[in-house]
């Protein structure tokens, strides 16, 4: 009912009578200007609520209040379904796991309403709709095949030795490095050693000098061939395997965990079956060796003695006398990595096999709609985290790995040099005749 009825059902019957008398043109005119002032009424209450604003001026306006800015792409409603569950979890505190959780699933949420067009509804998470709180993170049983939200505290990082890619791997005998590990658990190195011409590259040995730890390989690594030396699947403390070129050596490791440098290490120091020397918290001392087994052949290849902490490749001003060797070249190649849990940090993983989004024609030069989404997701999740704490939006897309490993073998055979005793350093002699043998150069006899 308008102003006017309402006006004329209060009036006396004769007044209200006839519209086009007197009084029933002065209740029109006055109806009119309360229509108009209701009008405004309602649209001033209108541009107060985040939920009703219908101007995008409006909206930005309300949004400034609360110190959130409107994205250059973002349009009136994708604007609206970021503003509020954003304005929600401040207000809950949004430094818990449970809020952050809130916040991802909420706003995925109502990104999806916002981008539906009629009859075919946006898709940007399978199995979203209908969990805008945290049982989108959850596993349903009835559902083994759908993948939910993750939110991982203290995520895994993959880390690779800087100092030894600096110097593209090559590393001579007794070469000592430091790397850090800046991960809340113990770390479990991957070594891999390719090796080098001339048997150089025999018994390697990698001891950690931090923790007194060492794993070695009873055997030589030749040219063109790569030993991996890493963490058993399935393993979590530290039981260390081996393959040369995809061939399992495994039974050829040896490894000890009562390491110290010129000590010399017997049976009893070995431990089975043979284990990774772990990376402790913080800074890691690393030391290169060749140590030499007499059932091994190798001479001239690696050290029967156990090189102290005193011993050092020769360098003018830089080594010192009687503890010092001669310069051996490079012997292998070297890399290493390892994988730490990321102090300080989550990362929240999106699955993103199938997005289903409006098909209107983008320029080639624009993101798509859930790429938008995604990077104003990720903005607010950088915007809500705690001060010091490390945050990260992973979108998982859909992946389909077929795993190959290309090696090269040499096609000759390569055979140790053989050597022997060079002999005596005496000319030829034979026995003397007069008037025919040069003097000094025969006997008589």
Known sequence: MNFRDAILDSL????????????GQLVNSLALELDAAQEDIERLRRTHWVEHAYQLVDLEALAALVGVERLPWEAQELFRARLLPTVRARLAGALGPLDMQRFVADYLHRAEEALDRGERRALLVPGLRGRRDESAFAVDPQRPLRQPLVFCENP????????????????????????????LDLAWPQFTLDGFPERRTTVPMLANLSVGAFIGYRGSVPLGRRLTIGLAPGDSDGRAVADLDGEDVSERLFSGRRFVAGRPFTDDDLEQPPRLPPMARGDNRWLYLSVGFYDLRGLDRYFFALADEALREGAFDDSTFDNALFPSGEVARLAMRWIESEPASFEVRVPRGLVIEPGEEVAASVDPPHRHVAQACALAIDGLRAAGVRARLHCVPFV??????????????RLDAETASAGRADRLSLGARYGDSPLGETRFE
């Open 156 to 183: 895994p990082r993959q880390r690779v030795s800087q100092t030894l890619a600096a110097r593209g791997g090559r590393i001579p005998y007794l070469f000592r490095w430091q790397e850090n590990n800046g991960g």
């Open 400 to 413: 389909e790995r077929q795993r190959q490993t290309v090696r090269a073998r040499l096609p000759w055979q």
């Open 12 to 23: 006396p019957a004769p007044w209200a009578i006839a519209a086009d008398s007197l009084s």
